[in-house]
């Protein structure tokens, strides 16, 4: 079955950077669009970032510029490089497929908290 493992979050100062990592398993990852995903507190999950199973990659207005999606297939890994980091950009990010819907299933996430 899918699993879907995040890591690579933490607390970082406001200007700071963190990269996120999220190994998949049970899937045959290479022929799925991927995205990051975050929820913080008190509101919905929104998509942050996708990448199509052929590398092309979108982003959300909040993040452009900011952020880079990327992955390894050969390591069923899909990353999130995270510049500038604001303190709205704290929150839990997960990452799943680049619908939401394909996989029934959510990992734990990884907690990214901005602040000083």
Sequence with gaps: QVQLVESG???VQPGGSLKL???ASGIMFRIY???WYRQAPGKQRELVATISSGGSTNYAESVKGRFTISRDNAKNTVYLQMNSLKPEDTAVYYCNDATGRAFDYWGQGTQVTVSS
């Design 33 to 35: 669009g991927m995205g």
């Design 9 to 11: 979050g933490g607390l």
């Design 21 to 23: 990592s999220c190994r």
